[in-house]
Nanobody, 120 residues
């Protein structure tokens, strides 16, 4: 069994910063990609940023230059540093990870959502 536990998020004024972390635990053979998604009210869930085990990063155009994703493979943890936050960044943020529980079996796991609210 695998769990993703998210910490961070909260309320911040526009222009401020927040940092979130997501730690995977349980029956883990290896972790491939890790990432962050968000879902605003009335909108579909969208990819914010992702990072492979080798460190290759992808960002949504809306967050490029403001958000930074990183990971600590030794700690099975992915981070999202969010700077210059805007009200339109307000959403529930979710951690996601592609995790192998054995050499042949990989599944997609989600952490609990955490609310990020940016006030204007």
């Amino acid at each position: 069994q695998v769990q993703l536990v998210v910490s961070g998020g909260g309320l911040v004024q526009a222009g401020g910063s927040l940092r979130m972390s997501c730690t995977a635990s349980g029956n883990i053979f290896s972790i491939n990609s890790m990432g962050w998604y968000r879902q605003a009210p009335g909108k579909q869930r969208e990819l914010v940023a992702s990072i492979t085990s080798g460190g290759s990063r992808k960002y949504a155009d809306s967050v490029k230059g403001r958000f930074t994703i990183s990971r600590d493979n030794a700690k099975n943890t992915v981070y999202l540093q969010m700077d210059s936050l805007k009200p339109e960044d307000t959403a529930v943020y979710y951690c996601n990870a592609a995790i192998q529980t054995s050499l042949l079996y990989e599944n997609n796991y989600w952490g609990q959502g955490t609310q990020v609210t940016v006030s204007s």
